[in-house]
């Protein structure tokens, strides 16, 4: 099959850009289903399938100015991977640019968040993710994708951490969301409650917390596996892609870079890669929006 150089209607010039899209193949500690490394291309090829017009914001993709940086040559050692995104991410915010990392899987998260707090003093991180991924290791791996919320709350504090649509982790793993006070909500808190509280009770928790930029990492396995089953370690009983849109709705005046990664091609007809380059594309109209009024 040809793939597709870039992301759909992201042909401006990196100068002239205000979204750098980029790829990282990375899936090198994948447990269950490796193969998130071919995601970023499969999304690239998958957006080729979108109208340019977003009706929801009368706008459409030529009015934005978006550049797709191609794949980071990254190797198997996750830690160069991580200072490889990191050094990215970093010059992609000191030109001036939103960043839009496809993973890989979720350890290429951890250098991109390292980057934007380095950047932004007041950063919080919003992660939607089935699994809370605060294991300090995994099958022996420091790094692995896992871990990834572990080595976050490393250099963040607890304060500043959230994540939204947890169905999944061991007993410590809950242990330590007790103990360290993280607000971590569940799926069926959106089930049963909807999604507008919870979007409210974390916008009001970063408020207090006087957070005016926020990461959003979207691990694609939050999303429940009948409408995203092409992910890496599939999880029942999730929450519906538009619980998701809503989310990067609502947060994007604050969002100051989005990562979606554990995308797994090849276990569906396409549709994962379909839905979540539909996403990627509602973050950027979503952001142009809020940039404009
Ligand atoms: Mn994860
Ligand atoms: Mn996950």
């Not at 992301?7 to 790829?23: C, M, N």
């Not at 992660?127 to 605060?134: E, F, G, R, T, W």
């Not at 069926?188 to 919870?198: A, L, N, R, S």
């Amino acid at each position: 099959m040809y793939i597709q150089p870039f992301f759909a209607d992201a042909d401006t010039p990196y100068d002239d850009s205000d979204f750098v899209i980029f790829g990282v193949p990375f899936d090198a500690t994948s447990s269950f289903r490796p193969g998130s490394r071919f995601a970023p291309d499969a999304m690239r090829q998958a957006s080729y399938t979108l109208e340019t017009y977003n009706r929801h914001f009368d706008a459409d993709m030529d009015e934005i100015k978006v550049c797709d940086e191609g794949n980071l040559d990254v190797g198997s050692s996750v830690s160069q991977m991580i200072k490889e995104v990191k050094e990215k991410v970093g010059i992609y915010l000191s030109d001036g640019k939103v960043p839009i990392m496809m993973g890989g899987e979720h350890s290429t998260t951890l250098g991109a968040v390292m980057a934007c707090m380095e950047y932004f003093d007041d950063l919080c991180f919003l992660v939607l993710d089935a699994h809370l991924d605060l294991r300090d290791s995994f099958e022996d791996v420091k790094y692995s994708h896992a871990s990834v919320s572990h080595h976050i709350l490393n250099v963040l504090s607890p304060q500043r951490y959230a994540s939204i649509g947890v169905r999944s982790g061991t007993r410590e793993e809950y242990s330590r969301v007790a103990k360290d006070g993280l607000t971590s909500i569940s799926a069926e808190t959106i089930q049963k409650e909807g999604v507008d509280g919870v979007i409210h009770e974390v916008m009001t928790k970063f408020d207090d917390m006087g957070c005016k930029n926020i990461y959003l990492s979207v691990d694609a396995d939050v999303i429940d596996p009948a409408f995203a089953p092409a992910v890496s370690t599939p999880e029942p009983f999730g929450i519906f892609p538009t619980d998701v849109l809503h989310i990067i709705r609502s947060f994007s005046e604050k969002l100051v870079a989005l990562d979606v990664v554990e995308v797994c091609p090849g276990y569906d007809h396409g549709e994962t890669a379909i839905l979540f380059s539909k996403l990627i594309r509602e973050f950027i109209f979503a952001k142009a929006h809020c940039e404009v009024i």
